[in-house]
């Protein structure tokens, strides 16, 4: 059971920026995002390869958001510019024991508890 902690969530201006990082208990394939606002259904943001070879962005963070990691510290990070109100949402970070980074949620084996992003305008 692989434990993942998501951090650096918090309350940001539109336009602003924010990191958020998720700290996982041991190795892992790939790693990826999504977000879940009130409402809403769960929705894929970003993943990333075991070895950071492969990235997957949905079209709505593409070219705001940065997905990067760091295998020494099993941490995930999720860099976020340019921040709109319709960012806000509870992350989640999320692993999967197999290769691949797929979007869909049903992928990923293991969760952790989210972190709250609020932009206001």
């Known amino acids: 059971q692989v434990r993942l902690v998501e951090s650096g969530g918090g309350l940001v201006q539109a336009g602003g920026s924010l990191r958020l990082s998720c700290a996982a208990s041991e190795r892992t394939a790939a790693m990826g995002w999504f977000r879940q606002a009130p409402g809403k259904e769960r929705e894929f943001v970003a993943a990333?390869?075991?070895?950071?070879?492969?990235?997957s962005y949905a079209d709505s963070v593409k070219d705001r958001f940065t997905i990067s990691r760091d295998n020494a510290k099993f941490t995930v990070y999720l860099q976020m510019n340019s921040l709109k109100p319709e960012d806000t949402a509870v992350y989640y970070c999320?692993?999967?024991?197999?290769?691949?980074?797929?979007?869909?949620?049903?992928?990923?084996?293991?969760w952790g508890q989210g972190t709250q992003v609020t932009v206001s305008s």
């Open positions: 990333i390869s075991q070895r950071s070879i492969t990235t």
């Open positions: 999320a692993s999967r024991v197999r290769i691949g980074v797929p979007q869909s949620s049903f992928e990923y084996d293991f």
